[in-house]
């Protein structure tokens, strides 16, 4: 049985940075991509980052372009995200994402109820 465990999460003042990591178990992905989602309170779950687990293709919502950067340990089955000048509008708990059928630019574009294997999240709060 896959599962995804979150860490990282935290509470940071606005312009401060933080990394969150995910990892994979229970399989050893070789193809499609894994990502970062997140939900505010009373908001949708959005589309953060997504990267192949090659990591030859990324792609990121335009909120976060610029400022996050997703990486990818396909041999240690691990996913992080970098998040710098964070913004109070990036408090939301991020949630990571893994699908074998679909490659990152899918991970941006599908529901994201298709997705296959989710963590359980973890909050990021950002005080302003």
């Known amino acids: 049985q896959v599962q995804l465990v979150e860490s990282g999460g935290g509470l940071v003042q606005s312009g401060g940075s933080l990394k969150l990591s995910c990892e994979a178990s229970?399989?050893?992905?070789?193809?499609?991509?894994m990502g970062w989602f997140r939900q505010a309170p009373d908001k949708e779950r959005e589309f953060v980052a997504a990267?192949?687990?090659?990591?030859?293709?990324?792609d990121y919502a335009d909120s976060v372009k610029g400022r996050f950067t997703i990486s990818t340990d396909a041999s240690k089955n691990t996913m992080s995200l970098q998040m710098l000048s964070l913004e109070p509008g990036d408090t939301a708990v991020y949630y990571c994402?893994?699908?074998?059928?679909?490659?990152?630019?899918?991970?941006?574009?599908?529901?994201?109820?298709?997705?296959?294997?989710w963590g359980q999240g973890t909050l990021v709060t950002v005080s302003s």
């Open positions: 994402a893994a699908d074998e059928k679909y490659g990152s630019a899918w991970f941006k574009f599908l529901d994201y109820k298709y997705l296959e294997f």
């Open positions: 229970g399989r050893t992905f070789t193809s499609g991509a």
């Open positions: 990267i192949s687990w090659r990591g030859d293709n990324v």
